[in-house]
């Protein structure tokens, strides 16, 4: 079973801080990363995707990735209270139709 | 990014009873469509994955007999949860992929069912 890691949390970082979440994966041979964020209640909606080493930045986040480490992390600039909510990151292997999804991690930012 | 819908929002239903939940992709053709159940305080549970014109692929441990799933256009997918039981009652989603939305999956806003 290929598995996706986050630590569940809750991380709780003050407001204007940034935020930094992590997640490793399993399968050498992954080719696709996203993020997700859930807030509680409603359905995931996609931040961000990667697919290749190094960073990618769209406003305030940032998403960096790292094969040879089987490593991909989200950065949260500037955090605001309404990014409080549950961070998905997923996974797609070559070969596989679907996503792997880790259990999310809570972010907490508090004023 | 690619919009997609569910209908309905939120459905109450008795014990016994039969219930239908659409999925559609509103601005591209998912040739992909995955639905996902996800209890209180819990991860996401792939349920099954289903391609337009083919028999959806169950994850195991999905009953494919109670949970029917039809994926008759590019545009829309049925997941039917037959002679549906409170431990049924769930947050159901789903997603889509495909067209111009290419591999990235697009959530629809959930449906939330409650067996009484």
């Known amino acids: 079973q290929k598995e996706v890691e986050q630590n569940s949390g809750p991380l709780s970082v003050p407001e204007g801080a940034i935020a930094s979440l992590n997640c490793t994966y399993s399968?050498?041979?992954?080719?696709?990363f996203f993020w997700y964020r859930q807030y509680s209640g409603k359905s995931p909606e996609l931040i961000m995707s990667?697919?290749?080493?190094g960073d990618k930045e769209d406003g305030r986040f940032t998403a960096q990735l790292n094969k040879a480490s089987q490593y991909v992390s989200l950065l949260i600039r500037d955090s605001q209270p309404s990014d409080s909510a549950t961070y998905l990151c997923?996974?797609?292997?070559?070969?596989?139709?679907?996503?792997?999804f880790g259990a999310g991690t809570r972010l907490a930012v508090h004023p | 990014g690619a919009v997609v819908s569910q209908h309905p929002s939120w459905v109450i239903c008795k014990s016994g009873t039969s219930v239908k939940i659409e999925c559609r992709s509103l601005?591209?053709?998912?040739?992909?469509m995955f639905w996902y159940r996800q209890f209180p305080k819990q991860s996401l549970m792939l349920m099954a994955t289903?391609?337009?014109?083919?028999?959806?692929?169950?994850e195991q441990g999905v009953e494919k007999d109670k949970f029917l799933i039809n994926h008759a256009s590019l545009t829309l997918s049925t997941l039917t949860v037959t002679s549906a039981h409170p431990e049924d009652s769930s947050f159901y989603i789903c997603?889509?992929?495909?067209?111009?939305?290419?591999?990235?999956?697009?959530f629809g806003p959930g449906t939330r069912l409650l067996v009484l």
């Open positions: 997603s889509a992929r495909g067209g111009r939305a290419g591999e990235t999956q697009y």
């Open positions: 399968d050498r041979v992954s080719q696709s």
């Open positions: 990667i697919y290749s080493n």
């Open positions: 997923a996974v797609r292997s070559g070969g596989y139709n679907k996503l792997i």
């Open positions: 601005d591209f053709q998912a040739t992909t």
């Open positions: 289903s391609n337009e014109g083919s028999k959806a692929t169950y």
